[in-house]
Nanobody, 113 residues
Framework: RLVESGGGLVQPGGSLRLSCAVS????????MGWYRQAPGKQRELVATIASGGSSNYADSVKGRFTISRDNAKSTVYLQMSSLKPEDTAVYYCNARTSWTDYWGQGTQVTVSS
């Protein structure tokens, strides 16, 4: 139900935009989020956006990342700027509904010179 895209290799200081296509008609009922998992580390929250549009960010990405949603396109975005090597991870899209959590397969983001 969730398919991420937009990952890749970028130099430090660069930008990427991740997209999450949400199928099944659930996006309007879901609080959406982006999580990431670096090698050897636990999955961590990056940003969330509620169905009403309010957003929340991890301290490590505040001011650099922006989460947004387009319900008409059933898509959630994560605009990432001023990327750092420590942002390297697999990024996962999450849809949290009243009945379950949905996860995408992840997209790799590598920040390296």
């Amino acid at each position: 139900r969730l398919v991420e895209s937009g990952g890749g290799l970028v130099q430090p200081g660069g930008s990427l935009r991740l997209s999450c296509a949400v199928s099944g008609g659930i996006i309007r009922k879901a609080n959406m989020g982006w999580y990431r998992q670096a090698p050897g580390k636990q999955r961590e929250l990056v940003a969330t956006i509620a169905s009403g549009g309010s957003s929340n960010y991890a301290d490590s990405v505040k001011g650099r990342f922006t989460i947004s949603r387009d319900n008409a396109k059933s898509t959630v975005y994560l605009q990432m700027s001023s990327l750092k090597p420590e942002d390297t991870a697999v990024y996962y899209c999450n849809a949290r509904t009243s009945w379950t959590d949905y996860w995408g397969q992840g997209t790799q983001v590598t920040v390296s010179s």
